[in-house]
């Protein structure tokens, strides 16, 4: 397995798990504002008690600190990703265990390399850890975890990669209701039954450059230059988001839609079991390898 083949198949890997863990999705190189969801009322202006329900959503769903998540997230032909698992955000960053199923165009590249389409992977405070299998097992010596540190990751690939690690480490649900209150565009869309719930339906479409110039979506000056700053450095432009929000101001369903360089982006993720118990562990140290020492030793052997 040469360097390049390594690189790029531990970016796909870290970029699946960040797609997987909700952090924000679309890398957008287009422009114009995406569509919306197909099949939906024509929204009504969000009123003063949708923005405070909103508001009170994003509170909830942070003091509820663990969720049980299942989503798919699809790139034109190139990314098909479904994940199941949960995540927790009590403190100290993110943490949890997701199975990945991987399809589309990169998936295939992965399971050339041996991967089997599934793996494991695990959030600690600090790391994430991704399970191998396939070629990659001989690329790291016989081991079978790879470690992205966070802080190591981030300097990989300069703004791209810190803002990947960023996200892996600190993402959570209530950042999507943020960052449709933050839109300044949110509309009601009326009310479904998600997966057997009734649940509020609120539409809205991120425009990056027009963020700080909203001042009544209820954010502080510092939440929304977080906000515009991940944005930016993931390239985004415009976004199309989706929410379902119950009875208990808990969010069930997210949707999010844009276009990138691969293809539209289109993404739908339902959230349940709020305040479920997770525990995860890293793997075994003599049995996990570093991600940056994988391609440092990939860089150091002689060409074939």
């Known amino acids: 397995m ?15 798990a960040a797609l997987a863990a909700g952090a924000t999705a679309c890398d957008s190189s287009g ?6 969801s197909s099949g939906a009322k024509q929204p009504e202006a969000v009123s003063t008690a949708a923005l405070k329900a909103l508001r009170e959503a994003v509170s909830k769903t942070e003091k509820a600190h663990s969720v ?13 990703i479904s994940q199941q698992g949960a995540l927790e955000w009590s403190g100290g960053g993110t943490t949890g265990q997701l199975a990945m199923t991987q399809g589309g165009a990169t998936g295939e590249q992965l399971k050339k390399l041996g991967s089997s389409g599934t793996s494991q992977t695990r959030f600690l405070a600090n790391a994430m850890y991704v399970k191998m299998a396939g070629s990659f097992i001989k690329a790291m ?8 540190d966070y802080d190591a990751y981030a ?47 609120y539409s809205g479409t991120v ?34 988001i989706d929410l379902w929000v119950n ?29 479920t ?7 075994p140290a003599a049995d996990t390898l570093d991600v940056t020492k994988l391609l440092a030793a990939q860089s150091a052997a002689p060409s074939a």
Request: proline share 1%; with cysteine.
């Open 2 to 16: 040469n360097t390049r083949t390594t690189r790029r198949a531990c970016a796909s890997l870290v970029a699946f």
């Open 31 to 36: 422009s114009g504002k995406a569509s919306q």
């Open 68 to 80: 049980k998540v299942d989503g798919q997230t699809t790139i034109g032909t190139t990314v098909a």
């Open 141 to 148: 010596g016989g081991k079978h975890w790879l470690k992205y």
């Open 155 to 201: 300097k990989l690939g300069g703004a791209s990669t810190a803002f990947v690690s960023d996200q892996l480490q600190n993402s959570n649900p209530a950042q999507s209701v943020q960052m449709i209150i933050a839109s300044g565009d949110v509309k009601k869309a009326g009310s479904q039954t998600v997966r057997g719930v009734r649940a509020t339906h």
């Open 207 to 240: 425009d990056v450059a027009a963020l700080a110039a909203k001042s009544d979506n209820g954010l502080s000056a510092k939440e929304l230059k977080a906000l515009k700053k991940q944005l930016e450095a993931a390239g985004i432009k415009t976004e199309q």
């Open 247 to 275: 009875g208990d101001n808990l969010l069930v369903k997210k949707t999010e839609q844009g276009s990138t360089a691969n293809g539209t982006m289109r993404s739908t993720t339902y959230y349940s079991g709020y305040g």
């Open 277 to 283: 118990k997770v525990s995860v562990t890293a793997p």
